[in-house]
């Protein structure tokens, strides 16, 4: 124990008759002793349990009785670290997972202080507990109001140990933030954010999948959040400010700046010069084809990879692949060279380019017209001559007998 010190006894007692259609409010009975010149800025957490001992469900107001004036108490709810305002309770079911919370305010005087905290159905009270708190300093000593003072001096801040982040357009930017009182009072906040036209900013308590807007914290609390932003697909690539802000009832608003360094993302089409996607081959020869690659997006892409999906047989042939590097803003000339082998069948075929860009496929797809080559004709041509000319010395031989 330290030179100052402060004993507090705790006494519950439950202050209304049970009924079988009402909440039962129960609490330990223990008694503690706490060194002011080092007492919790967060203040003190009770043991308390809500039962429904019904089979129906209850809702129930809380409120608090009485108490001293000046002092912080309510219901609390301490996992989540927020204020209870009121209860539900599922039929026969117990809930602990409350405490009764309070904070000894500077310079308390040595005396018992009584807190009585009830449930309310409307204005019909179902059940209550009462506290009695004894606070015995020993004579001579310094009052605690300088230590307290110290760990709260008033207000609150907004913060976060990285406040500098890079991202891309449309992606999700993540920053880790705390929002801490330093008030011996109960607040309230509002959270919101200054972003440019179409940005997005969410506030979600670390560790929780819930969306918040608003919160309370007791004296000295604090919140974790993960605070997320979302510039859209179509912001301008460079270094942006966005500035977080809580607001709290009679207190200065608290605003907190955030740089994001914006890249562009890549944004490649592929086309040809004339846009048609036709072209013909004659079977046994080769044909080129000039490809455009446009990176019309924001960043540049490196080591560009083309897969050529074509007829069996056929023979497709990339002048580059990959293309090391297409800046931003920049269009690559792809020559792609095709043969179709001899014995191919005349018709049209499809030849489809394919490449990946941020996950997503790019390709092109082409409408091959096969034709025979010429050289087909002439021996066609000479067989047919050789067939006339073989008929007609037939016919002749025929003639003379």
């Known amino acids: 124990m330290g030179a100052l010190a402060a004993a507090m006894v705790f006494h519950v007692v439950g202050a209304s008759a049970q009924s079988p259609q009402q909440i039962i409010v129960t609490a330990t009975l223990f008694s503690v002793e706490v060194d002011t010149f080092d007492p919790p800025a967060e203040g003190y957490n009770l043991d308390i349990a809500l039962i429904n001992p019904t089979s129906r469900l209850i809702e129930a107001d809380v409120r608090l009785v009485e108490g001293p004036d000046g002092w912080q108490a309510s219901l609390f709810k301490r996992v989540d670290a927020l204020t209870v305002n009121r209860v539900m309770l599922p039929p026969g079911s117990r809930d602990t997972s409350l405490d009764f919370h309070f904070i000894v305010p500077p310079g308390t005087e040595n005396g018992d202080y009584v807190f009585r905290l009830g449930l309310f159905d409307g204005d019909r009270l179902l059940d209550d507990v ?42 999700r930017i993540s920053f880790a933030v705390t929002l801490r009182s330093r008030d011996v009072r109960p607040l309230s906040f509002t959270l919101g954010a200054e972003v440019p036209p179409g940005w997005r900013v969410t506030y979600k308590p670390s560790f929780q999948d819930t969306l918040v807007g608003a919160l309370s914290l007791t004296g000295g609390g ?178 003379r007998r």
């Open 222 to 399: 604090s919140q974790n959040f993960d605070v997320e932003v979302v510039p859209p697909s179509n912001a301008e690539p460079g270094v942006q400010t966005v500035v977080l802000r809580a607001v709290s009832e009679g207190l200065d608003p608290v605003d907190l700046p955030l740089q994001i360094e914006l890249s562009g993302v890549p944004d490649v089409r592929l086309t040809t010069e004339s846009g048609r996607l036709t072209a013909k081959v004659t079977a046994g020869d080769a044909t080129d084809l000039a490809v455009l690659v446009v990176n019309s997006g924001g960043e540049a892409v490196d080591n560009l990879r083309f897969l050529a999906d074509a007829p069996p047989s056929w023979t497709v042939t990339l002048g580059e692949n990959p293309i090391p590097r297409i800046e931003a803003g920049e269009t690559f000339h792809l020559a792609v060279t095709i043969e179709a082998p001899e014995e191919t069948i005349p018709g049209d075929y499809n030849l489809r380019l394919v490449t990946a860009v941020g996950g997503e496929t790019v390709d092109l797809q082409f409408r091959i017209t096969a034709i025979r080559s010429s050289a087909f004709g002439f021996i066609g041509i000479a067989i047919i001559i050789a067939v006339v000319g073989g008929l007609a010395l037939l016919f002749a031989r025929l003639g």
């Open 130 to 171: 009462e506290y009695t708190v004894t606070v015995a300093v020993p004579p001579g000593s310094k009052a605690p109001v300088t230590a307290i003072e110290q760990v709260l001096p008033g207000g609150f801040e907004l913060d976060s140990r990285f406040s500098n982040q890079q991202g891309r357009l449309g992606e």
